[in-house]
């Protein structure tokens, strides 16, 4: 009787071998391990396999195996001349008998003691894995908790922001009423300060009869308070024009050395005869040239110099320029005067903020040059800083830009307007607000619309010459002029009067705007989404009511008639150059689009044919193809047709502009079509 093998002990069992023999014991197949370790081949037989002495136990195995299942049937078989025990499996198998082995540890007590091990290491996880579920479960009620006291700080965080915000909005609208009430102040303050200095200069001069001395000396002094009041109230609604943003710029290009000149010219009689105070300018490079806002830079400067020739007693004042890095200039006003400690060189840069010494006591000031010079470097795209140390003068450094971004960002614009895209319609934007035109730029670069950027009416009907847009946005507020006439003249002249005209400005003046002709009025700001919707819409009017698809690509004409769904123009269909040629002569189109590759015959030979009836002959004709041209296609085609459009770049937008424009370019208007057609 076989010992079987203990349950606990198959968990170790090594790796099995597979074993088929006949009904006799001789081995027929194996596997690649079986053969290894037993060094067996077919044919052998199973009990030459046996090691001495239990030759019985194999014989009985397959005889049990041939009739039934056997689980567990020990047999020492020699692996490699050495006696091990396998633990079998056996079963009957298409006559055959299948046998799945595996060895067995040879010291049953080691392999009871790892099971020992084992079982207790298990136990050792299993009571380590409980203490750690407790240990989780505290930390879960202790986030619980947290969490807790989070959503508590949130609600608490969510009503400071609230607070916050309305703070905020609070200080917006105060500033915006500090900053419009210190405008109009200003603006009340300059009328009877220019009626007190002329009445102090009229008392001054001689001509008007001679006063004494102490009168002089009394009005001398009302003139001087009057001239510092006045500077005051200017420096002040600069600030609040800085500050609301509604400073403007208008550059313009100049030469640093004639600059220099003028600024020397405008300053020097600021500096007394007697002065001890030499005032210096050193020569720019010859080709030293900006183009930006010269009267800020100018402003700048001045403050700069009044302030070192004010806070200078003995020495001397010196104004340069010079090209600095990354195509900049750097203007510098260096003094030897009194100097400024460490510890006040950021403070001087704020309002009303002067430093307290014997000198600043007698010159006085309003405490607002510095920070307004600040503010315009900035506006300018510069900087200006300070070098300086008591008793050893100020170097005050004022680096701008050679040529103002926005004056890049404006030329840049321009000779992207030159070169019109043939997948984009053109729009015509009159504007004198460059960050306006930024915007308007910005909005329509995405989608199918060209912007064609103009300051002034006669950059516009210069424009106008060379390009008809598919719409005019346009401001009627323009810096030096209006375009209320611009307006009328466009919508009174045959030639322009069917473009879409949008007027967006800043007052309302609709009832105007609309009576001159205007399709639409807005008032600024206008929105990305609900202009492109409004010159979509504006775009697809015209006077065309029927056209002729030429094209044998049922796709493509299937997605001409789309881009053109929902506009007033009525599409009529042909697959091939004979039918289109007959439908063009019977129902003469106002424009046709032509395929240039046709199946039966050439877009030239449609072209020569259309030319050759007299009904057909003035039709105009917009080509539209995959096909890559060559340069003499190309020019044939040129000669023959209005526009090639190639069809991958056709948008909505561009197929109703080019429609129009080929109308126009031919004289054809709603008139001219019901008159050809009639």
């Known amino acids: 009787m076989t010992t079987p093998v203990p349950a606990s002990l198959w968990h170790f069992l090594s790796r099995e071998v597979a074993l088929v023999c006949d009904a006799s014991g001789t081995l027929t197949w194996m596997d690649e391990r079986a053969a290894r370790l037993l060094e067996a081949v077919p044919g052998q037989s199973l009990r030459a396999l046996a090691a001495q002495g ?16 056997v689980e567990r049937w020990e047999a020492i078989l020699c692996v490699g001349g050495v006696p091990r025990t396998f633990a079998f499996r056996g079963a009957p198998h298409e006559g055959s008998v299948a046998l799945v082995g595996s060895l067995v540890p040879e010291d049953y007590a080691d392999s009871l003691s790892q099971v020992s091990e084992t079982m207790s290491e298990l136990a050792a996880l299993h009571r380590e894995t409980e203490r750690q579920q407790r240990e989780l479960k505290r930390r879960a009620d202790e986030l619980t908790r947290l969490n807790r006291d989070l959503e508590e700080s949130n609600r608490g965080v969510r009503t400071l922001h609230a607070e916050l915000d309305e703070k905020t909005e609070s200080l917006v609208r105060a500033a915006e009423i500090k900053s419009r009430v210190v405008a109009n102040v200003s603006h009340e303050f300059r009328t009877p300060l220019h009626s007190i200095l002329g009445l102090a200069r009229l008392l001054l001069n001689p001509a008007n009869g001679a006063l004494s001395a102490e009168q002089q000396k009394q009005v001398q002094f009302i003139r001087s308070s009057g001239e510092a009041l006045f500077e005051l109230v200017n420096n002040l609604l600069d ?67 009044s302030n070192a020739l004010k806070f200078t007693e003995k020495g001397h004042v010196t104004v340069s320029a010079e090209r600095g890095p990354e195509d900049t200039v750097c203007f510098r006003v260096s003094d030897t005067g009194i100097g400024i400690a460490p510890e006040h060189q950021t403070h001087i840069f704020e309002e009303f903020t002067q430093v307290e010494s014997p000198l600043q006591k007698r010159v006085k000031g309003t405490g607002l040059g510095l ?36 004056v890049e960002e404006m030329l840049g614009m321009a000779e992207r307007s030159q070169q019109l895209e043939p997948g984009r319609a053109p729009v015509l934007v009159l504007e004198d607000d460059r960050q306006t035109l930024f915007l308007y730029e910005k909005y329509l670069s995405r989608s199918g619309f060209q912007v064609l950027p103009v300051r002034t009416v006669d950059e516009a009907r210069r424009t106008l010459q060379r390009v008809r847009p598919a719409a005019v946005v346009m401001d009627v507020m323009l810096e030096g002029e209006t375009s ?42 206008v929105g990305e989404e609900q202009l492109l919707r409004k010159l979509a819409e504006m775009a697809r009017s015209g006077p065309v009511h029927k056209l002729l698809i030429i094209d044998d690509d049922d796709v493509h004409r299937y997605l001409l008639r789309q881009l053109l769904k929902d506009t007033p123009y009525v599409l009529s269909e042909a697959a091939t150059g004979p039918e289109g040629i007959q439908l063009a002569r019977e129902q003469l189109p ?27 002959r003035d039709i105009p004709v917009i080509i539209h193809t995959s096909h890559q041209l060559q340069e003499e296609e190309r020019r044939r085609l040129e000669k023959g047709t209005s526009t090639i459009l190639a069809k991958h770049k056709l948008s909505r937008e561009v197929a109703i502009t080019r429609i129009r424009d080929a109308l126009h370019k031919t004289g054809l208007g709603t008139d001219a079509g019901e008159s050809r057609r009639g």
């Not at 194999?58 to 005889?63: A, G, N, Q, W």
């Not at 919508?491 to 309302?508: Q, R, S, Y």
């Open 371 to 406: 920070a307004l010079s600040r503010r315009l470097a900035e506006f300018l795209g510069g900087s200006l800083t300070v070098q300086s140390a008591p008793g050893r003068g100020s170097t005050f450094t004022f680096t701008l830009p050679r040529v103002h971004p926005e």
């Open 590 to 616: 106002d424009l046709i689009f032509l395929d240039f590759v046709l199946p039966d015959m050439t877009a030239f030979d449609v072209l020569d044919e259309l030319k050759t009836d007299p009904r057909t």
């Open 239 to 305: 600030l609040s024009k800085m500050e609301s943003g509604k400073a403007t710029l208008r550059p313009v290009r100049f030469s640093a050395s004639d600059f220099l000149g003028a600024l020397r010219g405008m300053i020097r009689p600021l500096v007394l005869a007697d002065s001890r105070v030499e005032l210096r300018f050193e020569e720019p490079p010859a080709d030293l040239a900006l183009e930006t806002d010269e009267a800020k830079v100018s402003q700048v400067l001045r403050n700069l110099m």
């Open 54 to 69: 239990t030759e019985d136990k194999v014989d009985r195995l397959i005889t049990l195996a041939r009739d039934e299942r």
């Open 484 to 525: 209320w006439s611009f307006l009328s003249e466009l919508k009174g002249n045959e030639a322009t009067c069917d473009i879409p005209i949008l007027v967006v400005t800043l007052m309302d003046r609709e009832q105007k705007a609309r009576a001159l002709g205007a399709d639409e009025f807005w008032l600024k700001p």
